[in-house]
C-alpha cells in the first residue's frame, strides 16, 4: 500500500488535476492539519473528474477553507519567505487554537489507578471501557474531519494510547461491571493481526466472563479493505473473530463510512462478505460533515445499500467542534433535517440510525428535533448515554437557534431543564 502525506499530496493533486492553485492550498494546509492518503481511496475511491467537488477527495484531502483565511495567508507568506522555524511557530500557535482536545478527553476520562499505566484506557460510561492499543493509533488513510487529529501530529504529550493488553486485562478483572469494551483509534485494524490478538486472546482464556460484547472501531472497509482479503494476515483476523463468535461472544464491527462510494468497490464488497460470515455483526456511524455527505439523499442510499449488505445503520453523529470543524461543520437544525428526511424514504431497518447524535462531555445527547414550545421555539434532545445514568432517555430541551452547531453552545429551555446542562 503506497500512502502519501505533507507535501506529497501538493504534487498529486497537481498530478491528477493540473490544477495548480488547488495544489497550492493543499501545500499550506498540510503544514498544519495531519493529512495522509492511501493508494486505495487515490486510485479506487476519488473520481478526479469532479476535481475538488468530489466527496472523497473532500474527506481526506486539505482544502484552503480548512483554516481561518489570516491563518492560511501566514503559512502561505512564511513558506515563501520565512525560515523552517518561522513556518514551525506559526503552525504551533494555530493548532493550539484548534481546540486539540474536545470535551476534555485526556483529563476526565482516565481510570483513576496508581499500578499500571492508565494511559490509553477510558471508562466514561459505568458498562463500556474504550481501549486505544498503541499500536492502533494512526489509520490508513486520514480524514479531514478527525477530532483525534492531535494524536496523529508529532506532539507526543498529546498522544494516548495504551501500554498494552495486560493493562486492559488488569482494568477488566478490577470492574466486573463492564460488559462492553471497544477498541477503538485511530483504526485498532492497521495493527498486524499478531499484536491485535494480544488484546482479544485474553477474551478467549475464559479470564474475562463479564465481557460478552466487544466491538471494533474502524474505518479498514472503506480505506483498505485488502485487510480483509489480502493473505494470512486476512484469513487469521477474520478466524480471531470467528473463534470470538463460536466462544459465545457478540463481536461487532463498527464501520466507519462517510459516503456510499466507499461501499461500491469490489474489494470493499468482498470484505463486506467474508466479515459477514465470520459471524459478527457489522454496524456503521459516520459524522455528518459538510462538503462530503451533507444531503439527505446520500445518508439514504447509504443506509438502504447497508442494509441489502447486512450493515446495520447505528450513529449519525455531529461533526466536533475541533479542528477543521468550522469547515466541516453543519447546524443542529440542518443535522436534524437531512437525519429525517433521509430516514422518511427508508422501511423500519434503514431506521436503526440514531442521530443526529453530539458525543459531548457528560454524555451522547441526540437531537429529536425542533419543536414549538408554550411561548418559544426549542430543541427537544435527549441523552443516550451519560456520565449521570438517571439522565438517560428523558427527554429535556434548550432555546432554539438555527445557527447552533455543538452542545456548548446550547442553553437550557426553562428551569426543569438545567440539571441536563450542570455538570
Ligand atoms: C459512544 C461511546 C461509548 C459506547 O456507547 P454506546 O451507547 O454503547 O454505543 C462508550 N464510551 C464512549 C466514551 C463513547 O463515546
Ligand atoms: S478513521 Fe476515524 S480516527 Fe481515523 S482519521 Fe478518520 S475519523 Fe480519524
Not at 501538493?10 to 495548480?20: H, I
Not at 470493499?268 to 456511524?285: C, E, N, P, W
Request: with cysteine; glycine share 8%; proline share 7%.
Amino acid at each position: 500500500m503506497g500512502t502519501v502525506s505533507g507535501t506529497g499530496l501538493s504534487t498529486l493533486v497537481l498530478d491528477r488535476t493540473g490544477d495548480r492553485r488547488l495544489a497550492e492550498d493543499v501545500r499550506v494546509v498540510a503544514q498544519v492539519l495531519p493529512f495522509k492518503v492511501n493508494s486505495y481511496v487515490t486510485e479506487e475511491l476519488i473520481d478526479w473528474s469532479r476535481g475538488s467537488d468530489d466527496p472523497i477527495f473532500r474527506l481526506v484531502f486539505p482544502h484552503r477553507d480548512m483554516l481561518p483565511r489570516d491563518d492560511f495567508e501566514s503559512i502561505r507568506q512564511a513558506l515563501e519567505n520565512g525560515s523552517r522555524d518561522e513556518v514551525a511557530g506559526i503552525v504551533g500557535t494555530i493548532r493550539e487554537r484548534l481546540n486539540p482536545h474536545p470535551s476534555d478527553q485526556l483529563t476526565r476520562n482516565i481510570p483513576q489507578t496508581t499500578d499500571f499505566d492508565p494511559w490509553g484506557l477510558q471508562h466514561k460510561y459505568r458498562e463500556t471501557l474504550l481501549i486505544f492499543p498503541r499500536h492502533g493509533q494512526t489509520c490508513h488513510s486520514y480524514c479531514g474531519y478527525c477530532f483525534r487529529w492531535a494524536q496523529f501530529v508529532q506532539q507526543p504529550e498529546l498522544r494516548q494510547e495504551t501500554s498494552g493488553a495486560a493493562a486492559m486485562t488488569r482494568y477488566l478483572q478490577d470492574h466486573p461491571e463492564i460488559t462492553d469494551v471497544l477498541l477503538t483509534g485511530g483504526d485498532p485494524l492497521v495493527m498486524r493481526t499478531a499484536l491485535l490478538e494480544r488484546y482479544l486472546r485474553p477474551f478467549l482464556d475464559g479470564v474475562l466472563p463479564h465481557v460478552t460484547t466487544i466491538r471494533l472501531g474502524t474505518k479498514a472497509l472503506s480505506f483498505w479493505p485488502y485487510r480483509f482479503l489480502d493473505g494470512p494476515e486476512a484469513d487469521t483476523l477474520l478466524e480471531l473473530l470467528a473463534r470470538l463468535v463460536r466462544d459465545g461472544r457478540h463481536v461487532a464491527l463498527m464501520l466507519h463510512v462517510s459516503h456510499p462510494r466507499e461501499l461500491e468497490t469490489d474489494a470493499a464488497r468482498q470484505a463486506i462478505r467474508r466479515l459477514y460470515d465470520t459471524g459478527a455483526v457489522l454496524r456503521s456511524q459516520a459524522p455528518l460533515v459538510r462538503h462530503v455527505n451533507d444531503d439527505a439523499s446520500t445518508w439514504s442510499r447509504m443506509w438502504s445499500a447497508q442494509v441489502r449488505l447486512g450493515i446495520v445503520p447505528y450513529y449519525l453523529f455531529v461533526e466536533r467542534d475541533t479542528g477543521a470543524s468550522r469547515y466541516f461543520g453543519v447546524p443542529l437544525v440542518r443535522g436534524w433535517q437531512i437525519y429525517r428526511d433521509a430516514i422518511a424514504g427508508l422501511s423500519g431497518l434503514g431506521r436503526t440510525a440514531r442521530g443526529p447524535v453530539m458525543s459531548a462531555a457528560p454524555g451522547k445527547v441526540v437531537v429529536d428535533g425542533p419543536v414549538e414550545l408554550d411561548r418559544r421555539p426549542a430543541f427537544a434532545l435527549r441523552f443516550l448515554q451519560a456520565r449521570r445514568p438517571e439522565l438517560v432517555g428523558r427527554p429535556f430541551f434548550a432555546a432554539f437557534d438555527p445557527h447552533v452547531q455543538w452542545w456548548d453552545e446550547l442553553k437550557p429551555y426553562g428551569p426543569s431543564d438545567r440539571p441536563f446542562f450542570a455538570e
